[in-house]
T-cell receptor, first 118, second 116 residues
Framework: AQKITQTQPGMFVQEKEAVTLDCTYDTSDQSYGLFWYKQPSSGEMIFLIYQGSYDEQNATEGRYSLNFQKARKSANLVISASQLGDSAMYFCAMREPDSGGSNYKLTFGKGTLLTVNP | GAGVSQSPSNKVTEKGKDVELRCDPISGHTALYWYRQSLGQGLEFLIYFQGNSAPDKSGLPSDRFSAERTGGSVSTLTIQRTQQEDSAVYLC??????????????FGEGSWLTVV
C-alpha cells in the first residue's frame, strides 16, 4: 500500500518569507504522480502543483515549487513570499502507480496546518 | 458553474435516517471520485467512476454506503441508516480522464454531514 507522510502537524511563517512543507512517500513503483492541495477553512480542496515521477525538472506554479528528490522519496512544497491568504491546511497526495490498475486513486497525507503571521 | 458542484453544503441528520449527497462534475470530465474527510484527518477514497466502466467501490466503508452516476454526469452518494461515525466532509472530485496522464483532479467544496 502506498503511504504519504507529512511530519509537520503545524508550521508558522512570517509574511513575505519562504516556507517548506515536508512530504515523504513510500512506493516501490517507478511510475507515479505527486500532488499538493491547499484546504482553507472553507473546506474546498484547491489543487496547487503536480510532479510526475519521470519529470526531470521540479514543478513550479507561481509562488509554489516542488522540491522533488526521487532517491529520498521526498516531494516538499516550497511557498515563496508567504501571504496571509496562504494560511490553510496543506495536503500532499500520491496517485497509485500505473502497474496496480488503480492509478486513479489518491493517497493523502494527514496534512500540515500553515499559519502565516503578519 | 465551472467547478465541481456539491449539494447540500451542510446536512444535519438524525441517527438512523438516510441521506443523499449530490455531485455535479466539471463538464466534460469523464472521471468522478468520492472521498471522505473525517475531523483532523486526510482524505479517504470511497468510490471511482470512469465513463461507462464498472465503478471501483472498494473504498466504501460498509454496505450502508452506495453511489450511482447517471448519464455519465451527476453522481449521488447515499448513506442508509446513518451512524454518528458517518459524520464527516464528503468531497466529490472529477478529472478529464485517468490520472495516469497527469490530469489534475478537481474537488468540490464538500458536503459537511453531521449525524446527531
Amino acid at each position: 500500500a502506498q503511504k504519504i507522510t507529512q511530519t509537520q502537524p503545524g508550521m508558522f511563517v512570517q509574511e513575505k518569507e519562504a516556507v517548506t512543507l515536508d512530504c515523504t512517500y513510500d512506493t516501490s513503483d517507478q511510475s507515479y504522480g505527486l500532488f499538493w492541495y491547499k484546504q482553507p477553512s472553507s473546506g474546498e480542496m484547491i489543487f496547487l502543483i503536480y510532479q510526475g515521477s519521470y519529470d526531470e525538472q521540479n514543478a513550479t506554479e507561481g509562488r509554489y515549487s516542488l522540491n522533488f528528490q526521487k532517491a529520498r522519496k521526498s516531494a516538499n512544497l516550497v511557498i515563496s513570499a508567504s501571504q496571509l491568504g496562504d494560511s490553510a491546511m496543506y495536503f500532499c497526495a500520491m496517485r497509485e502507480p500505473d502497474s496496480g490498475g488503480s492509478n486513479y486513486k489518491l493517497t493523502f497525507g494527514k496534512g500540515t496546518l500553515l499559519t502565516v503571521n503578519p | 458553474g465551472a467547478g465541481v458542484s456539491q449539494s447540500p453544503s451542510n446536512k444535519v441528520t438524525e441517527k438512523g435516517k438516510d441521506v443523499e449527497l449530490r455531485c455535479d462534475p466539471i463538464s466534460g470530465h469523464t472521471a468522478l471520485y468520492w472521498y471522505r474527510q473525517s475531523l483532523g484527518q486526510g482524505l479517504e477514497f470511497l468510490i471511482y467512476f470512469q465513463g461507462n466502466s464498472a465503478p471501483d467501490k472498494s473504498g466504501l466503508p460498509s454496505d450502508r454506503f452506495s453511489a450511482e452516476r447517471t448519464g455519465g454526469s451527476v453522481s449521488t452518494l447515499t448513506i442508509q441508516r446513518t451512524q454518528q461515525e458517518d459524520s464527516a466532509v464528503y468531497l466529490c472530485a472529477s478529472s478529464r480522464d485517468r490520472l495516469r496522464s497527469g490530469n489534475t483532479i478537481y474537488f468540490g467544496e464538500g458536503s459537511w454531514l453531521t449525524v446527531v
